[in-house]
């Protein structure tokens, strides 16, 4: 998915899969666009932060069409603007920010404490058994991610989820990835948008679907903060300071098993509810 054909120097064409879902999840096309936007930059400076406009939903099964434009490439740093257009509209655009490594001031506030470890939660598949209504959705669906919730995740029952001002699951690529740090970054991002905005519902208890939420993610940014691998467990611990107007924020910040702050994401997202 995240290999791109490229079709001119600064034009490339990502996939999607075929799956029951309504339209293409966030997280594939801002890691594609972050694919398209770091293959026309050095190698040698690796990107440090993004800021992407969900602006239509991707149709699955339908190529996309990123543009890159190579706003400055300075001394230290290279800014680019990646556009996802799909039927010739625009559904997706990201600016992305790249940087050589410098040596500086180093700190982290530190990661949340006596959280059980990704052997010691359910699997994705072993807490689906207690929903088999869930299976036959989740079936269909590529299992490119490891996913571990800490607390109970939003796509249970309602009345089922209990509220907690935090949302923490594990997370790794459900593989090995060659030794490419832009593979990691873009890995990394696809990985992002994924429990970000739950967090939000996990405030009030509530859950996705039918007599709870439904959502959209309406823009979302990440920073990348120190190396890492995708394909290693990292937390990822989210948390929302505010929901209004139809609107819920959620930030979330990753952790190496080890406690290393690696990345932190903020995203809004349109939250509406239905009936039963």
Known sequence: ?????????????????????????????????????GRTVDPSRTVHSLHGYFVRPGESGQPIE????????????????????QNDKTIFFMSASFHRHEDGLDHQAPAPLDVPGP??????RERLGAYP???????????????????EPGWVAPGDRRAD??????M??????????????????????????????????EVWGPG????????????????????EWFLYDCWSPSAAGGRGLATGRMFTASGANIATAVQ?????????
Do not use: N
């Not at 990123?66 to 257009?85: C, L, N, T």
């Open 119 to 124: 052997d010691e939660v359910p699997t994705m």
């Open 268 to 276: 809004e997202g349109l939250l509406r509810r239905v009936g039963a």
């Open 66 to 85: 990123y543009h890159v434009e190579k706003i400055r490439d300075g001394r230290s740093f290279s800014v680019r603007r990646s556009v996802a257009v």
């Open 1 to 37: 998915m995240l290999d791109l054909a490229r079709q001119s120097e600064s034009v490339f064409v990502g996939t999607t899969p075929v799956v029951g879902l309504q339209r293409v999840y966030g997280g594939h096309v801002a890691a594609q666009a972050l694919v398209a936007a």
């Open 165 to 170: 001002p935090h949302q923490r699951v594990w």
């Open 172 to 205: 790794r690529i459900d593989g090995k990835l060659p030794d490419d740090p832009l593979l990691h970054a873009c890995a990394l991002t696809y990985a992002s948008d994924m429990t970000l905005l739950d967090s939000v519902l996990s405030v009030h208890g």
């Open 212 to 231: 709870g939420v439904i959502g959209a993610s309406l823009d979302h940014a990440l920073w990348f903060h120190r190396p890492f691998r995708a394909d």
């Open 133 to 151: 209504e869930r299976l036959g959705i989740w079936s269909s669906v590529p299992w490119s991610l490891d996913v571990r919730y800490v607390g």
